[in-house]
């Protein structure tokens, strides 16, 4: 039996995935799934995902290390905020993780003021749609545009 303390909840004697309705490329292209190269050998294989990935597995820790390179290295704060975004939109985890262990510089770029100048310039920066989108023109159909949310069971916390 394989486990994973941030992915499978368990993987039975056959193989078969508890838990979890993807498999393949549909891991590595959902954010809340894909954990980058932090995936071992056997959840890459069980996961339909062998192959998919460069063959060098990084724990989170190592992952860490490198993007904070990186947003360090980057030249102004929306240029950290567009490299934020772009992890969050492909590894939810590793970006919480960031952002909650690095609080301190991190908020001046996920809130104010960078994401007001990263409002002013949406246009130029937008990667793919995050949220749910409802205007003043969706008056009288926000109930049908809820139902459009990707996901069955919301929670506010």
């Known amino acids: 039996m394989v486990r994973s303390t941030s992915l499978l ?9 508890l838990g979890l309705r993807s498999r393949g490329i549909d891991i590595i292209r959902n954010p809340r799934t894909n954990k980058g190269m932090a995936f071992t050998l056997p959840e890459r294989q069980v996961l339909g995902i062998h192959g998919l ?3 060098t597995v990084l724990t989170q820790e190592e992952q860490l290390y490198r993007t904070m390179q990186s947003f ?3 030249p102004t704060d ?3 905020y567009i490299l934020l975004a772009g992890l969050q939109d492909r590894n939810e985890k590793l970006f919480y993780r960031i952002v ?6 991190m908020m001046p770029i996920v809130y104010t003021p960078t994401v007001g100048l990263a409002c002013q310039r949406f246009g ?3 990667r793919r749609p995050r949220g749910l989108f409802v205007t003043i023109h969706d008056r009288g ?13 919301v929670k506010v916390q």
Do not use: C, G, M
Not at 100 to 105: A, G, L, M, P
Not at 142 to 148: A, M, P, T
């Open 9 to 17: 909840r368990a993987v039975s004697k056959d193989n078969h995935i």
């Open 53 to 55: 990935l460069p063959p």
């Open 72 to 74: 360090t290295r980057q």
């Open 78 to 80: 929306l240029d950290r």
């Open 100 to 105: 909650s262990e690095n609080v301190e510089s």
């Open 124 to 126: 130029l920066i937008y």
């Open 141 to 153: 159909h926000v109930f049908e545009l809820l139902s459009n949310w990707p996901e069955e069971s």
